[in-house]
């Protein structure tokens, strides 16, 4: 066989009529990247020497396990991938300071219940297993300023490490809500300590996973969408000190200033404000947005959502 089959004229020209370069109509970028992705692919396909059956196979397995493509981008890094870039576009503008990002993942609902300045999260069903968790904090710009009405979005998972709609057995969006700061941008809530995520078992992720000797587990974490007028959204997470999987994240979100210490001794006076005794688990952790220079940075991205 040819040297770099890919780039003969025959294979060079078949890329260009399968992208539409020889067409006037459609766009002329969608067709760069069409081109792109699938001379990649033919290149792999001849570095490797890939079989037809191992091409079909791999085709049919993507579109019978297309269901968790979400979780193919968080286990296959393509989420962190894009968290890096956007970390990397912001440090060649010089835009730094805030809090730091993190990867979504694909486990967020729209429409939680929304409270003014606290919520409690949990809807009891995992008392006795779950460690309480008293989570608070401030929401402020990076001059300091606190951000009255700041919006904090949380969801995390149970004790069992399962999310709330995904998981059928729990309550409709517990652990789940949209907490308005007040007029000092502070936030509190009262929940359970989540236990760490690990991918279905029996599912495609988990399938791709184990076959290149990985695993799919997630330390504990919690979820976060902040944001606030004139600022920029920020997606992010906070992990669990201790977890064992804390530096062995599947999806590679684990980020050195998002690991908030845990007092776990409980403190009186916060407990009895929020009417939980000693001990419990304390959280403090501060949000800290950047200024937006254009409208479409307040928002979240438009990737596909569940609502409920
Ligand atoms: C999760 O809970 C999660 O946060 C990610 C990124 C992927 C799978 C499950
Ligand atoms: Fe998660």
Same mark, same amino acid.
């Given at each position: 066989m040819a040297e770099n089959l890919v780039n003969t004229p025959e294979v060079q020209g078949l890329l260009d009529k399968l992208s539409g370069?020889?067409?006037?109509?459609?766009d002329a970028r969608l067709k760069a990247v069409i081109r792109r992705i699938m001379g990649d692919l033919f290149a792999t396909i001849d570095e490797f020497d890939l079989t037809d059956n191992e091409v079909w196979g791999a085709l049919n397995y993507a579109a019978a396990g297309s269901g968790e493509f979400g979780l193919w981008a968080a286990g296959l890094g393509l989420e962190r991938y894009l968290d890096i870039r956007a970390d990397a576009i912001d440090a060649g503008h010089g835009v730094t300071g805030g809090t730091p990002r993190t990867i979504e993942g694909p486990l967020y609902v729209a429409g939680a219940p929304e409270t003014q300045?606290?919520? %409690?999260? !949990?809807?009891?069903?995992?008392d006795g297993k779950g460690e309480v968790l008293i989570m608070h904090g401030q929401v402020r710009d990076v001059a300091g300023k606190p951000l009255a009405n700041a919006k904090v979005e949380v969801w995390h998972a149970n004790t069992l490490g399962n999310y709330s709609y995904f998981d059928?057995?729990?309550?409709?969006?517990?652990l789940r809500r949209t907490i308005y700061a007040d007029s000092e941008g502070r936030y509190a809530f009262r929940s359970i300590v989540p236990v760490g995520y690990a991918c279905p078992p029996g599912g495609s992720t988990e399938g791709i996973l184990k076959a290149i000797g990985r695993h799919g587990n997630r330390p504990a974490h919690i979820h976060f969408f902040i944001s606030a007028h004139g600022h920029r959204h920020l997606t992010t997470q906070i992990n669990i000190e201790g977890d064992p999987y804390l530096h062995d994240d599947f999806a590679y979100a684990? %980020?050195? !200033?998002?690991?908030p210490p845990v007092n776990?001794?409980?403190n009186g006076d916060l407990g009895a404000k929020y009417g939980v005794s000693d001990p419990f688990a304390e959280i403090e952790f501060d949000f800290v947005l950047q200024a937006a220079t254009?409208?479409?940075?307040?928002d979240a991205s438009t990737r596909q959502r569940a609502a409920a």
């Amino acid at each position: 066989m040819a040297e770099n089959l890919v780039n003969t004229p025959e294979v060079q020209g078949l890329l260009d009529k399968l992208s539409g370069q020889d067409q006037a109509a459609g766009d002329a970028r969608l067709k760069a990247v069409i081109r792109r992705i699938m001379g990649d692919l033919f290149a792999t396909i001849d570095e490797f020497d890939l079989t037809d059956n191992e091409v079909w196979g791999a085709l049919n397995y993507a579109a019978a396990g297309s269901g968790e493509f979400g979780l193919w981008a968080a286990g296959l890094g393509l989420e962190r991938y894009l968290d890096i870039r956007a970390d990397a576009i912001d440090a060649g503008h010089g835009v730094t300071g805030g809090t730091p990002r993190t990867i979504e993942g694909p486990l967020y609902v729209a429409g939680a219940p929304e409270t003014q300045g606290f919520a %409690r999260l !949990d809807d009891g069903a995992d008392d006795g297993k779950g460690e309480v968790l008293i989570m608070h904090g401030q929401v402020r710009d990076v001059a300091g300023k606190p951000l009255a009405n700041a919006k904090v979005e949380v969801w995390h998972a149970n004790t069992l490490g399962n999310y709330s709609y995904f998981d059928q057995t729990q309550s409709a969006f517990n652990l789940r809500r949209t907490i308005y700061a007040d007029s000092e941008g502070r936030y509190a809530f009262r929940s359970i300590v989540p236990v760490g995520y690990a991918c279905p078992p029996g599912g495609s992720t988990e399938g791709i996973l184990k076959a290149i000797g990985r695993h799919g587990n997630r330390p504990a974490h919690i979820h976060f969408f902040i944001s606030a007028h004139g600022h920029r959204h920020l997606t992010t997470q906070i992990n669990i000190e201790g977890d064992p999987y804390l530096h062995d994240d599947f999806a590679y979100a684990t %980020r050195d !200033d998002l690991i908030p210490p845990v007092n776990h001794a409980g403190n009186g006076d916060l407990g009895a404000k929020y009417g939980v005794s000693d001990p419990f688990a304390e959280i403090e952790f501060d949000f800290v947005l950047q200024a937006a220079t254009d409208a479409a940075e307040e928002d979240a991205s438009t990737r596909q959502r569940a609502a409920a």
